[in-house]
């Protein structure tokens, strides 16, 4: 059975600090991504991983992606009340159009 | 540029009741169109995808259907709601002609609750 699993399901952290969201998945996938949903909102891309070793940064989040482990780390530095958010990883399944998602990672930046 | 149009954003519908969720897609052609819903507090699940006019796959088996009507049309349906349809459903897009970075694009959201 497919599944892609995100840890921690929930994150409270203090501003300023820094933590790790991780994703693993279970099946041969050509693409890893992550994605950010606001409240009540619709979900918004933050990477693509393409490749083995690929890592991605933008602001104060840093992505990377271990194929053979089938590992995705999304890095947070130094965090903000701002990044507050649930956080998606997805997976599109090698030769279908299937993108199956993580549990999701519900963070919550402390002032 | 492409735009996702999704609506109703919020229903409110009794049990037992029909329902028809638009998706629409502008600005590109034969994209590969999805349904997906979240439950509240919850991961998001694949309903329906299509590939092309006409062709849909069914992920999970449920009270639920889908359409495509037409080419950047997608259209979820069921003849009568179930408290467990409540939910988040998000409506998606994606295309194979983009560059190595193809992704999921989403719309809005519409927020079902059955009652």
């Known amino acids: 059975e497919l599944k892609v699993e995100q840890n921690p399901l929930f994150l409270s952290m203090q501003e300023g600090k820094n933590y790790t969201i991780y994703c693993n998945y279970s099946?041969?996938?050509?693409?890893l991504y992550w994605y950010r949903q606001d409240p009540g909102k619709s979900l918004e891309s933050l990477f693509v991983?393409?490749?083995?070793?690929a890592v991605k940064q933008e602001g104060r989040l840093m992505a990377s992606l271990d194929t053979k482990a089938r590992l995705s780390t999304l890095h947070i530095t130094a965090a903000v009340h701002d990044l507050s958010a649930t956080y998606f990883c997805?997976?599109?399944?090698?030769?279908?159009?299937?993108?199956?998602f993580g549990t999701g990672t519900r963070l919550k930046v402390l002032a | 540029s492409q735009t996702i149009h999704q609506w109703p954003a919020t229903l409110v519908q009794p049990v037992g009741s029909p329902l028809s969720l638009e998706c629409t897609v502008e600005?590109?052609?034969?994209?590969?169109l999805y349904w997906y819903r979240q439950a509240a507090g919850r991961g998001l699940q694949l309903l329906f995808y299509?590939?092309?006019?006409?062709?849909i796959s069914s992920e999970v088996p449920q009270n639920l259907s889908a359409s495509r009507p037409q080419d950047r049309q997608f259209i979820l349906s069921s003849k009568k709601l179930l408290l467990s349809d409540s939910g988040f459903y998000l409506c998606?897009?994606?295309?194979?002609?983009?560059?190595?970075?193809?992704?999921?694009?989403f719309g809005s959201g519409t927020q079902l609750s059955v009652l």
């Open positions: 998606a897009w994606s295309h194979l002609a983009l560059p190595r970075e193809e992704k999921l694009f």
């Open positions: 099946t041969t996938s050509d693409r």
């Open positions: 991983l393409l490749s083995n070793g």
């Open positions: 997805a997976v599109d399944i090698s030769g279908t159009y299937k993108y199956i």
């Open positions: 600005g590109t052609s034969n994209p590969n």
């Open positions: 299509s590939v092309g006019i006409g062709q």
